[in-house]
């Protein structure tokens, strides 16, 4: 699949709200095309000088256009990221008060409160835990269009940007996935205490069961789009995305994530 094609579907699959927060794609590959039907900037006649001027601001506006992109993806992420900080500092305080209040060892003892309140609970972190992937994906299939939106220009113009606006890229806030990552694996640890302690299997099905279709059936396309871009080859470049770093749970223990993307 195309990656035009790939990202389209994402979108349409990621949640409501997020939906204008993804790569101009389509706008930016049309901006290449018209740059690279301009004469080049290799004539060194007086007209050629003036089609060469023509030229540099038509590439001044495309990296203007990137720059913008890059705002709109680091504000978006960081925004999620401080939400999803607080979303889990909140789940974790719940599930103590539902516990200290309701549980075996609670101030009141009733199991069916404390059964009613832990099932609202388990929604919340299954969904969470799917907002949070989806968020790991976020990151991973805006960068891959960067990269490649960027080897379009550099192949159908000889331009040179490419390599030098993605080390910018690489130290923008979107690209730094450590802190949702790290917040995925304490949620699937939150996860094994929250759910019965049964075997892991049926642990990941009545998961799959308490999050409905919606964010689970997501969460899962978006897992199967960072392992197809992971496809093809480990060799690590500079363009390459890093190793994903999730954890190896029942939830997605099935996809592997680990090799380097290498942008093609």
Not at 175 to 180: H, K, R, S
């Amino acid at each position: 699949m195309k990656f035009g094609k790939r990202l389209k579907q994402q979108i349409q699959d990621s949640l409501p709200e997020w939906r204008d927060k993804f790569l101009s794609y389509k706008e930016l590959k049309k901006l290449v095309k018209l740059i690279s039907a301009a004469p080049t900037r290799r004539n060194e006649s007086w007209r050629g000088r003036n089609e060469s001027l023509e030229y540099g601001k038509a590439e001044s506006d495309f990296v203007y256009l990137l720059d913008i992109e890059i705002d709109k993806f680091n504000g978006f992420f960081m925004e999620q990221e401080e939400e999803f900080v607080i979303r889990h500092e909140n789940l974790k305080q719940k599930i103590k008060r539902v516990v200290d209040l309701w549980g075996p060892n609670g101030i009141h003892p009733s199991e069916e409160n404390y059964k009613e309140e832990m099932e609202k609970i388990r929604k919340a972190i299954v969904d969470f835990h799917g907002e949070m992937v989806l968020l790991v994906n976020y990151s991973n299939i805006n960068y891959t269009g960067l990269a490649k939106i960027l080897k379009k220009y550099d192949k159908r113009t000889g331009g040179l940007l490419r390599l030098p606006f993605i080390q910018k890229v690489l130290v923008q806030p979107f690209f730094t996935t450590d802190i949702i990552s790290n917040l995925v694996k304490e949620c699937e640890s939150i996860i094994d205490t929250v759910f019965p302690a049964e075997e892991a299997a049926d642990r990941a099905k009545e998961a799959i069961v308490v999050a409905g279709e919606g964010i689970f059936r997501n969460t899962v396309k978006a897992l199967l789009t960072m392992q197809e871009i992971r496809k093809g080859s480990s060799t690590q470049s500079p363009f390459s995305l890093p190793p994903l770093n999730l954890p190896d749970s029942d939830l997605i223990q099935s996809i592997q994530l680990n090799a380097a993307v290498p942008i093609v």
